[in-house]
């Protein structure tokens, strides 16, 4: 049998929409380059389905989803933020776009390197997590009511992906059975999705992006609020032990 299988079409898919996306940034059309990284998510998403399905889930298609993740979330969001800031200058534009792509580069590397992962959470902004924020602060309204929308953005944008490195932990579906509470707000959470982007169809408003933004603060902060209290046994202690390890790894070496 050949290298790709039905699941790695899929996956090539969510790469192609997140060029896409960039394209669409690069060529002025900010609000559709946003819309492409979310269906990019979608493809994300069924290329795990797939493999289930056919039953040939391997290494190389993991490590060909980490990899399109990668240029999806990481470096296609660069674009959107260059093409957002582009009207500044070049030089900021370019530093701004630049930052997503830096931290989530450095978050690839680190999480290959160190193996950071704790059951049940990711630790550090979820890659998806981190270009939905991007798009979001991007293509909110706000961007229309608030004076000086685009600088005011900028904290919030190097906040995003400096997250990318922290050891924030994220509530993660995988090995997890999700208490009632967290049923109920993911319940809530998709069918508010559904109806904005219902009303963004019906308007052609940025409604779903406005919804998005919301709904990912809500699972940075407001989530871990009804975590069950086994969640992080131990967490604080993996936490100093992975510091440790890398600056261990990160100390000089003398050469004779």
């Known amino acids: 049998m050949g290298l790709i299988h039905l699941k790695d079409i899929v996956t090539i898919i969510n790469i192609s929409v997140g060029f896409a996306s960039a394209l669409m940034a690069l060529g002025g059309n900010i609000l559709a380059a946003c819309y492409l990284i979310i269906t990019a998510f979608v493809f994300d998403h069924l290329d795990g389905l797939v493999a289930k399905a056919t039953k040939m889930s391997n290494a190389f298609g993991k490590e060909l989803d980490v990899?399109?993740?990668?240029?999806?979330?990481?470096?296609?969001?660069?674009?959107i933020v260059y093409s957002f800031y582009r009207e500044t200058g070049f030089i900021f534009a370019f530093f701004m776009g630049l930052t997503p792509i830096v931290f989530g580069c450095i978050r690839h590397a680190r999480n290959q390197v160190y193996d950071i992962s704790f059951p049940r959470f990711w630790l550090g902004t979820p890659r998806p997590v981190s270009a939905f924020y991007t798009v979001a602060v991007i293509g909110t309204q706000l961007n229309n009511v608030i004076p000086y929308y685009k600088y005011l953005a900028v904290p919030a944008l190097i906040w995003i992906a400096y997250n990318n490195l922290s050891f924030r932990p994220f509530l993660a579906h995988h090995g997890r059975k999700f208490n009632k509470p967290l049923k109920f707000f993911m319940t809530c959470a998709v069918i508010l999705l559904f109806i904005s982007g219902v009303a963004t169809g019906i308007t052609s408003r940025p409604w779903l992006l406005d919804c998005l933004l919301f709904e990912m603060i809500v699972y940075t902060f407001v989530a871990p609020l009804i975590y069950d209290p086994w969640d992080?046994?131990?967490y604080k202690e993996y936490v100093e032990a992975k510091k440790a390890e890398i600056a261990r790894d990160m100390k000089p070496i003398h050469m004779r």
């Open 67 to 79: 990899i399109a993740d990668h240029v999806t979330y990481s470096v296609c969001p660069g674009f």
């Open 232 to 234: 992080l046994d131990r």
